[in-house]
C-alpha cells in the first residue's frame, strides 16, 4: 500500500486532545488547514514527551538567540474538531528544527511492521513557527495533567473509587 502523507505548512490549527472519560481516554495529535482535518492517536506518554521534548528544544533554541521569546498565541481550549477519524495510530515520534524557514517540525509516523519497505510508513508532517509550538506544549500539559490524580502513595493512577495501592500494603486508597 502506498504511503500517505499528512502535511501542514503550517496547519491553522495543531493541537493534542482527548475522546473519552479520565481512565478511558484516547489522545490524539490533530492538525487543521481550511477544511481538511487529519487525526492520528498515541499514547498519553507519547504526548507527554513530545511536549516536554519540544518545550526543551523552543527553550535551547532561545538559548541560543534562533528564535526570540515571544508569547504563545491566545491558549486553545476548543475539543479537537469533528468528524475525528484515525488516519494512523503513531508508533515513532520526531522532532527537528529547520533553520532555513524559523520553523520547528514534528512529526509522526505509523506503527507498521515493516518500517523500511519502498513505501515506508503514513507520514503526519507539522511545521510550526516557535510561538505556535509553545501553545502546542502548554495546551498538551494540560491535556495531559486532566486524567486522573495520582495516588499519594504510589503515583498510579486513582480511580474514581480509589484503587489497591501496592505501597499501602494492598490496602484500599481513596
Same mark, same amino acid.
Given at each position: 500500500?502506498?504511503?500517505?502523507? /499528512?502535511?501542514?505548512? *503550517?496547519?491553522?490549527?495543531?493541537?493534542?486532545?482527548?475522546?473519552?472519560?479520565?481512565?478511558? $481516554?484516547? /489522545?490524539?495529535?490533530?492538525?487543521?488547514?481550511?477544511?481538511?482535518v487529519v487525526?492520528?492517536i498515541l499514547?498519553? =506518554?507519547?504526548?507527554?514527551?513530545?511536549?516536554?521534548?519540544?518545550?526543551?528544544?523552543? %527553550?535551547?533554541?532561545?538559548?541560543?538567540?534562533?528564535?526570540?521569546?515571544? *508569547? *504563545?498565541?491566545?491558549? %486553545?481550549?476548543?475539543?479537537?474538531?469533528?468528524?475525528?477519524?484515525?488516519? /494512523?495510530?503513531?508508533?515513532?515520534?520526531?522532532?527537528?528544527? %529547520?533553520?532555513?524557514?524559523?520553523?520547528?517540525?514534528?512529526?509522526? $509516523?505509523?506503527?507498521?511492521?515493516?518500517?523500511?519497505?519502498?513505501?515506508?510508513? %503514513?507520514?503526519?508532517?507539522?511545521?510550526?513557527?516557535?510561538?505556535?509550538?509553545?501553545? /502546542?506544549?502548554?495546551?498538551? =500539559?494540560?491535556?495531559?495533567?486532566?486524567?486522573?490524580? *495520582?495516588?499519594?502513595?504510589?503515583?498510579?493512577?486513582?480511580?474514581?473509587?480509589?484503587?489497591?495501592?501496592?505501597?499501602?500494603?494492598?490496602?484500599? =486508597?481513596?
Amino acid at each position: 500500500m502506498p504511503r500517505r502523507r /499528512f502535511v501542514f505548512d *503550517p496547519p491553522e490549527r495543531f493541537v493534542a486532545g482527548t475522546v473519552g472519560e479520565p481512565g478511558d $481516554r484516547t /489522545f490524539f495529535l490533530q492538525a487543521r488547514d481550511g477544511g481538511r482535518v487529519v487525526s492520528v492517536i498515541l499514547e498519553k =506518554v507519547q504526548v507527554a514527551v513530545l511536549a516536554d521534548r519540544l518545550n526543551q528544544l523552543l %527553550d535551547e533554541l532561545e538559548r541560543r538567540g534562533l528564535t526570540e521569546p515571544e *508569547p *504563545p498565541p491566545p491558549s %486553545d481550549a476548543e475539543p479537537l474538531d469533528e468528524p475525528i477519524v484515525e488516519a /494512523f495510530r503513531a508508533g515513532t515520534l520526531t522532532l527537528g528544527w %529547520d533553520g532555513s524557514t524559523d520553523r520547528v517540525l514534528v512529526e509522526a $509516523r505509523a506503527q507498521t511492521e515493516d518500517d523500511d519497505s519502498e513505501d515506508g510508513p %503514513d507520514l503526519f508532517r507539522v511545521r510550526l513557527t516557535a510561538p505556535a509550538a509553545r501553545a /502546542f506544549v502548554e495546551r498538551a =500539559v494540560r491535556v495531559v495533567s486532566s486524567g486522573r490524580p *495520582p495516588c499519594p502513595l504510589c503515583g498510579q493512577p486513582l480511580d474514581p473509587g480509589g484503587h489497591i495501592c501496592p505501597r499501602g500494603n494492598g490496602h484500599y =486508597v481513596n
